[in-house]
Nanobody, 118 residues
Framework: QVQLVESGGGLVQAGGSLRLSCAAS????????MGWFRQAPGKQRELVAA???????NYADSVKGRFTISSDNTKNTVYLQMNSLKPEDTAVYYC????????????WGQGTQVTVSS
């Protein structure tokens, strides 16, 4: 089991920055991959960025060059630094963790709201 707690959402003007944090209840060395997803009203949940236990990263095209995912293994925390925010980045952001042994288990945080005003 992995519990994930997100923080750092809020209201920001277009062009501004926010940093989201996702604290895991266990060592992230034991987690195969963690990521950030977002879901805007009326839209499907989409991958924003992901990082593997080997520190490989992956980004949605819409956020490349603006968002950075990173991890701090000493704090069991994954971050999403969001710069140059746009109104279309407005969504609920969810942290996700995938743990694979024989099968894969997927865990989700409760979500944190990010609102970007124009």
């Amino acid at each position: 089991q992995v519990q994930l707690v997100e923080s750092g959402g809020g209201l920001v003007q277009a062009g501004g920055s926010l940093r989201l944090s996702c604290a895991a209840s266990r060592s992230i060395f034991s987690i195969n991959a963690m990521g950030w997803f977002r879901q805007a009203p009326g839209k499907q949940r989409e991958l924003v960025a992901a990082i593997t236990s080997g520190s490989r990263t992956n980004y949605a095209d819409s956020v490349k060059g603006r968002f950075t995912i990173s991890s701090d293994n000493t704090k069991n925390t994954v971050y999403l630094q969001m710069n140059s925010l746009k109104p279309e980045d407005t969504a609920v952001y969810y942290c996700n963790a995938v743990v694979t042994h024989v099968t894969s288990s997927v865990y989700w945080g409760q979500g944190t709201q990010v609102t970007v005003s124009s």
